[in-house]
């Protein structure tokens, strides 16, 4: 019977979205199940075959659990803010909102045509002001509470007010900008603007000046994973570090908690590594030096304190405000410069870049508070602002990254440890060492000397013992038009929220989407977004008089900001009255699938999970952790195609011949080669770009011939392989099927169009094993022992990778299962309908037409699995290899139910042993049951 994809799958897709097959329900006593995957951002490229290759993974344990009586929740939407769709607007004029709704429209359609059992009742959009109405609602709690240490939890600001009615600073322990002390009585009688100065200090999303990425070609601040080589990977243009007023959310409260949350979730330990890494735990001290000649100090962190005898040199980070205090007008100029190069680097590149050492020296020097000598203070980039004080002291026979520094400035090197090792040229961390070259240390190991150390900085009064995270506060502000606007006016130089009521505070009309003349960010343009404080709304700019209307915050929230708790608004996603509803939040609970990319290990993942834990110290939700299980899929690759162009021409040279000419190696789309070849189609190509239409060619045999490499399915690198015209050849259940058959869900793979012939090959038999030519031929017979011990061998197989997420293994039994079947001539119905079932996750439009002609009136969704009966896979016979005096000779099928006794006398009585043992009594036989039997002689 000819196996039709394109109507069927047409057919059913049809159904599902008429009947809302895969909509959830929230009133059940079914348990439940939430699978999810990472918030995709339409771009106008749509989908490759890349992407789908997480969704299929998901939908198939989504399909599995419904099978297995769950009440599943796989919902999706969009991140539909974003930069991309912003810079589009800027070159064409054209609203984001606009190109956003096209982008979103076209993915739309192709995850409906691969299948997906989303819940689209619950689709979500960053950009909606329905849903950033929340995000923003969300700002405002953060902006009104604080991080109380002693619950170690955030709290409602008002406790920290009243705190400080009663107490003042007493015995408050905040994590805060910056340590300040006052009495009850100061605080009564200070200002409001200095009470909302001092609280500005205190609160989770807080207004600070930061360094941030700079680049004025896009005028945005730009977030370390979008800058690359110290350009903006959007447009390449180049990035700076700039000192701004920004928001900023004080995710390094939680740092403790989210390094310690990490021991609870079931992730990829290479993610959880990234995670610890990001936050940067490590204990050790603070420690005062006295600048010489002014009344500054220098406060260092340390983790090996117990080096301080070694230290020879000190280091600020350039963006110090010292620096500019101790530097020496004679080396101002060398200061200033190095400061200017520093600044076209981001902090990831600065952090990264460990084997070259730069610097400048700033003149002046430090005091070393136990050896009394003098030391050199420099500026490099290497020490990072952020990190610690954004000073070290430097212990250059102990630390590689100061010991080059020192080579390189020619400082000296001074031993304090004695190792087994030469300490100064091979071993720079030695903890199994013995202090020396100090009577106050001498002999002591090294955790006695760090105590010791601490224990005497305390009683000098010159620093103490502390704990200290790498993980710094996140920037939440950027300076574009297309994300949420900061529900935020400002009265007399501070910020005030809007009152919640007001929300949400809807993304104004401009008339462009660059910053203004006097450089504000784009909603500067806006000509109707002021508050009106007495009548609480939003009026004209025209109408600010700072008296009773005000201007708005002009930055909008960056694109981690919806991401970070959309998986919440999928539970109750029409909700107007609260962001999602206390029970629905405790029915749901966490995600117990996330699916996603590793490249958002200390993003998107360590945000939300803040967000959720804030979200719950308030009470809102009832988990700390947002995402108990998740897998990282890896890439599909595509194989890329190069042509070499001659260098200052314009004409290109066949792979095998370029290595003659000095030549550029450029991307060439695949469509452009003939068939499933390398060979170029020249005519094509001169067609492909203007650039290209005077094109000359320098053959091999009379063909140009491309190089090829596989590497990442990419637009930019004209190689992806579009859905669409797969899912039309081959149907979407092939499509599916193919990319869990391609390997491991969590390795990169190369995709090969060609191998999808062998899937669809299985499809077609799969189908006709329910036919008889052209019939739908399915017989109630009982089926044979062989028949179940085929299916229960598959049930078995597939539970065991699905839960294993071992989806390639899966496909190959299917593969084998139906060849079985189909050798057996078996068409019985209690083989297949359950068949239908067990493979409906992977190729669901083929499973529910099947199930559908095997007349059943109600989708194959909501079946039971088949249940595994192991009485089918005992076996009734087994062969045994006999083996004599270690060599096999012959094999018998013998009975499973006998005793190793029985065995042993059958094999003993059997004719072809007789003629080995020539009337030889054996000395020895050995039945190992099932398995072998082995016979001395």
């Known amino acids: 019977m000819f196996y039709d994809h394109q109507q069927i799958e047409k057919k059913w897709q049809k159904y599902w979205e008429e009947n809302q097959t895969y909509k959830t329900s929230d009133n059940t006593d079914k348990p439940k199940f939430y699978v999810l995957d990472m918030f995709p951002y339409p771009s106008g490229a749509g989908l490759h075959v ?46 984001p909102a606009i190109t956003t709704e096209q982008n979103i429209n076209r993915y739309e359609e ?29 700002f405002i709690q953060l902006f009104h509470s604080w991080y109380n240490k ?120 290479p ?76 902090e990831r590149d600065r952090m990264s870049d460990v084997k070259n050492v730069s610097g400048a020296f700033t003149g002046s020097y430090a005091i070393n508070p136990f050896s009394n000598e003098k030391m050199p203070i420099y500026i490099s980039d290497y020490v990072l602002m952020g990190y610690g004080t954004g000073a070290v002291m430097a212990v250059p026979a102990h630390d590689e990254r100061d010991h080059r520094f020192a080579k390189k400035f020619n400082l000296e090197i ?30 002591l190991n090294y955790s006695d000397a760090k105590a010791k150390i601490i224990s005497e900085i305390g009683t000098r009064r010159i620093g103490h013992g502390t704990t200290n995270y790498r993980q710094r506060d996140a920037i939440f502000s950027r300076q574009r038009y297309w994300g949420e606007p900061v529900p935020i006016y400002y009265k007399d130089g501070m910020p005030y929220t809007l009152p919640t009521s007001a929300l949400p505070l809807e993304l104004p009309e401009v008339e462009k989407y660059l910053p203004t003349e006097d450089g504000d960010p784009p909603l500067g343009n806006a000509k109707n977004f002021a508050w009106d404080e007495v009548n609480q709304k939003v ?45 629905r939040a405790a029915y749901w609970g966490q995600v117990d699938l996330y699916i996603g990319g590793s490249e958002h290990a200390t993003g998107h993942l360590l945000y939300s999970r803040f967000w959720n834990m804030f979200l719950k110290d308030r009470g809102w939700i009832n988990h700390d952790e947002p995402f108990q299980k998740l897998i990282n899929q890896g890439m599909i690759l595509g194989m890329s195609a190069f042509v070499y162009r001659i260098d200052g021409t314009n004409t290109y040279v066949s792979k095998n011949l370029a290595g003659q000419y000095q030549t550029q190696q450029i991307h060439v789309d695949v469509s452009l080669l003939k068939g499933t070849s390398d060979e170029l189609d020249t005519e094509a190509f001169k067609l492909w770009r203007p650039d290209f239409t005077d094109a000359e060619f320098i053959l091999e045999d009379g063909k140009y011939i491309t190089d090829r490499e596989v590497e990442k399915m990419s637009k930019s690198k004209y190689n992806v392989v579009n859905p669409d015209d797969i899912c039309e050849e081959y149907g979407a259940d092939g499509l599916r099927l193919y990319e869990m058959f391609l390997g491991p869900l969590e390795q990169s793979k190369p995709w090969n169009t060609q191998g999808l012939s062998g899937v669809y090959g299985f499809l077609k038999k799969f189908w006709n094993l329910y036919f008889n030519e052209d ?11 062989a028949e179940y011990k085929v299916l229960h061998t598959l049930i078995k197989k597939v539970v065991y990778d699905i839960e294993n997420f071992s989806f390639n293994t899966s496909v190959s039994s299917f593969m084998i299962a139906v ?80 005793s190793a006794k029985e065995v042993e006398d059958l094999v003993i009585s059997n004719e072809k042993m007789q003629q080995i043992l020539e009337g030889k009594t054996p000395k020895k036989i050995i039945v190992v049951p099932h398995r072998i039997v082995n016979i001395v002689i």
């Open 110 to 138: 192709q995850l409906k045509k691969i299948g997906f059992s989303f819940d689209w009742s619950r689709e979500v959009r960053t950009s909606d002001s329905s849903y950033y109405k929340w995000t923003q609602w969300i």
């Open 775 to 785: 019939v739908f031929e399915v017989s109630d017979e009982e089926p044979t022992k």
């Open 271 to 346: 993610l959880k590594d990234s995670q610890e890494y990001w936050i940067g735990k490590s204990q050790g001290a603070q420690v005062q030096f006295k600048v010489e000649g002014h009344d500054e100090t220098v406060e260092v962190f340390t983790t090996r304190p117990d080096t301080i005898f070694g230290a020879t040199f000190m280091v600020l980070a350039p963006e110090n405000p010292l620096v500019e205090t101790i530097t020496t007008d004679a080396q101002k100029v060398e200061v200033d410069t190095y400061i200017e190069e520093t600044s076209k680097k981001t």
């Open 150 to 269: 002693n619950t170690d939890k955030a709290e409602p600001i008002e406790t920290l007010i009243k705190q400080f009615e009663e107490k003042g600073t007493e015995g408050l322990n905040a994590n805060q900008n910056d340590e300040l002390n006052f009495t009850a009585e100061e605080w009564k009688t200070a200002s409001d603007l200095d009470k909302e100065d001092i609280l500005l200090n205190y609160r989770l999303a807080y207004r600070a000046e930061t360094t941030v990425n700079w680049c004025p070609a896009l005028g945005t601040v730009l977030a370390n994973d979008e800058v690359k080589d110290g350009k903006s990977e959007r447009g390449g243009f180049p990035v700076f570090q700039k000192k701004m007023m920004q928001w900023s959310m004080r995710i390094s409260a939680y740092s403790e908690r989210l390094l310690q949350g990490l021991n609870t979730l079931d992730w990829p330990q």
């Open 50 to 95: 890349g992407h789908p290759l997480g969704y299929i993974a998901s939908d198939i344990y989504a399909r599995y659990k419904r099978h297995q009586g769950f009440n599943v929740l796989h919902p999706v939407g969009y991140d539909s803010f974003g930069l991309p769709a912003e810079q589009y607007a800027i070159q064409t004029g054209q609203h």
């Open 819 to 898: 060849n079985e079947l189909q050798k057996l001539k078996c068409n019985k119905r209690n083989i297949l309908e359950p068949l239908a079932v067990i493979i409906s996750p992977y190729a669901p439009h083929i499973c529910e037409e099947l199930w559908s002609l095997s007349g059943h009136g109600t989708s194959i969704e909501f079946e039971k699995f088949p249940a595994l009966n192991e009485d089918y896979l005992i076996e009734d016979e087994i062969e045994y290899p006999v083996s004599v005096n270690g060599k096999m000779k012959f094999k018998i099928s013998l009975s499973a139910q006998l």
């Open 539 to 583: 009026v004209s700019t025209d109408l600010i008089d700072d008296k009773a209307v005000f201007p708005l915050e002009l930055s909008t929230m960056p694109g981690w900001a919806g991401s970070s708790w959309y998986f919440l608004r999928y539970m109750d996603p029409d909700d107007d009255e609260v962001f999602v509803k206390k029970e």
């Open 414 to 443: 001074k031993k304090v440890v004695e190792t087994e090792e030469d300490v100064q040229e091979k071993s720079f961390d030695s903890k199994d060492s013995v202090c020396v070259n100090s009577d106050f240390l001498n002999g």
